[in-house]
């Protein structure tokens, strides 16, 4: 049901909840939802922007660059992933192995045009795991900040794979402690649609969704139409993402990506994982190389520093994997000393990474010229509907947005998620939020202040000086997650299955399947060779 705050109308939170009077399962997390709704302290005090603040001026505010991190970045604290179609992305985390097993673990998932050092995300984090209270992991987006991009996929709101191998790697690592969600903008609809997705088998304790662009139909209309985002927003985003593009342009070549992908559901033996502690005996698949200078380099270098350079695997305590199908990481359940262990699963023999058509390679190079030639870079809502499209193999851009969209995901939500936007947001307007959607889940609450922008809600002084420096939506988040606490039991972890080359994945979801890497294995593999010039 939506209702007001109890707060003065300027500053009053619209909060839309719907509890559910079925006995479903997880009851006692359907609860804290309805409680949190009703008996939030900073939901009933509501949010006042400081004076001339309006919805432009905080997204404005908010996407300017400023140095703060919740934790440094450390190469001993650095993993690397590799996912099933090449992609990859860079994990770093907050504390190292000497932490307490069961310390809570908070994921953060960065926005549009941002990256694992996003700003916004870590002074969210750094509330939640401040004193030790938590443990912070964050990561890139395929392509952004110090990943490079390994394959011609590129990041949008339907990448929920890469987000489930995240969830998937975090719980693997850390069997003993709570998962935890942060998705911020663009971040928070890939978070919303995983979760969606995943449905009661997730394994995510809870959530919190901040500023998240729920319809990209919705918003790009808003973009195109409204003047600031029309002048200012839509052409800004548009240029960060082409710069990144032309960055990564080797890598939307799909002739040559398609001999380095590896081949995880492959029904033939291969060799050990990359992973595994044993570098002297690893065979990468030499057959499958096609760069000879690259396959040289890597003979020659990668074995050498991969035990110097890459932390402690998550998977050197495991035995060696034995018949691909197979599981091989038993996981604890709640309330239970013991371990589940599954029996032998089958190779699946349906592809899980979609081949190119040639209607598609064909989108996919006339959009990637259209980027990278162009002294105009695209606006956003274009970039999104050609270029972003076609990687995601889809020709029409319209269907593209309709289908990543987080809207229909909502419902099917069965873990404590907590929703902040604001009415006055540029990129997702609140007359477009999808109000009828978050009603049909009883897990999601979702709260509207009436002013703050996209990812703003800056404070006034008297607020700071009462609740510290930080921003209300930040307040809000570090309350929400803290309630969360009350509820003692994990959620229940997935069964790890082994798949080739390495490869494991959450037992009914392939698609996430993923594999620890080298930085050192990943630039070799991927990066196309320069050859001398002949005289």
């Excluded at 998550?314 to 990481?329: A, C, E, K, M």
């Excluded at 209300?472 to 080359?501: C, D, G, K, M």
Aim: glycine share 6%.
């Amino acid at each position: 049901m939506p209702f007001s705050s109890s707060a003065s109308s300027s500053r009053a939170v619209e909060v839309i909840h719907c509890p559910s009077n079925s006995p479903l399962p997880h009851e006692a997390q359907q609860k804290l939802v309805s409680e949190f709704a009703f008996f939030s302290s900073t939901l009933s005090t509501g949010y006042k922007a400081p004076a001339c603040y309006n919805g432009v001026v905080q997204t404005v505010l908010s996407s300017l660059k400023h140095e703060q991190r919740a934790f440094p970045a450390h190469p001993d604290r650095t993993f690397y992933l590799e996912f099933a179609d090449g992609g990859n992305t860079q994990i770093q985390i907050s504390v190292g192995d000497d932490a307490p097993e069961d310390l809570p673990t908070y994921i953060g998932v960065h926005g549009m045009a941002g990256d694992s050092d996003a700003p916004y995300l870590h002074e969210i984090l750094s509330c939640l795991i401040k004193e030790n209270r938590g443990r912070g992991v964050v990561f890139n987006l395929r392509g952004c900040g110090d990943s490079t991009a390994t394959s011609p996929a590129f990041h949008h709101g339907g990448s929920t794979s890469d987000l489930g191998a995240v969830i998937t790697w975090a719980t693997m690592k850390w069997p003993k402690s709570k998962i935890y969600i942060l998705g911020t903008s663009l971040g928070g609809v890939i978070a919303a649609k995983t979760l969606g997705q995943w449905g009661e088998t997730c394994p995510v304790s809870a959530a919190a969704l901040v500023s998240p662009v729920y319809d990209f139909v919705a918003s790009c209309k808003a973009m195109e139409t409204n003047f600031v985002s029309k002048t200012l927003f839509n052409p800004a985003v548009g240029a960060f993402y082409a710069k990144l593009v032309k960055k990564n342009k080797d890598a939307f070549d799909i002739d040559h990506w398609t001999p380095t992908r590896p081949q995880p559901f492959s029904t033939e033996p291969l060799p050990l994982p990359l992973f595994l502690p044993s570098p002297s005996s690893i065979d990468y698949d030499c057959s499958q190389e096609s760069r000879p200078l690259a396959q040289g380099a890597r003979n020659g270098s990668f074995q050498s520093s991969v035990s110097s350079m890459r932390p402690t695997s998550i998977f050197s305590s495991l035995p060696t994997p034995s018949t691909p199908g197979s599981s091989i990481y038993t996981t604890p359940f709640p309330g239970s000393s013991t371990f589940c262990i599954s029996g032998a699963q089958p190779i699946l023999s349906a592809p899980v990474v979609t081949e190119h058509t040639p209607e598609i390679k064909e989108a996919v190079a006339k959009s990637l010229k259209t980027v990278t030639s162009r002294l105009l870079p695209p606006t956003l809502t274009k970039f999104c509907k050609t270029f972003v499209a076609a990687t995601a193999h889809f020709q029409s851009g319209e269907d593209f947005m309709a289908e990543t969209s987080a809207v229909n995901d909502l419902p099917n939500i069965r873990v404590p998620c907590l929703a902040v936007n604001c009415a006055d947001d540029p990129l997702m307007p609140g007359k477009d939020l999808p109000r009828d959607q978050v009603k049909k889940s009883p897990f999601v609450l979702m709260a509207v202040p009436k002013k703050g922008g996209h990812l703003g809600t800056f404070a006034t002084k008297k607020w700071r000086k009462r609740h510290g420096d930080k921003r209300y939506h930040t307040a809000v988040v570090e309350e929400w997650f803290q309630a969360n606490e009350v509820l003692p039991q994990l959620r229940p972890r997935p069964q790890i299955i082994n798949a080739s080359q390495g490869f494991v994945y959450p037992q009914g979801h392939p698609e996430m399947a993923f594999r620890e890497a080298s930085p050192m294995f990943l630039k070799l593999k991927y990066k196309r060779p320069t050859y001398p010039k002949s005289k």
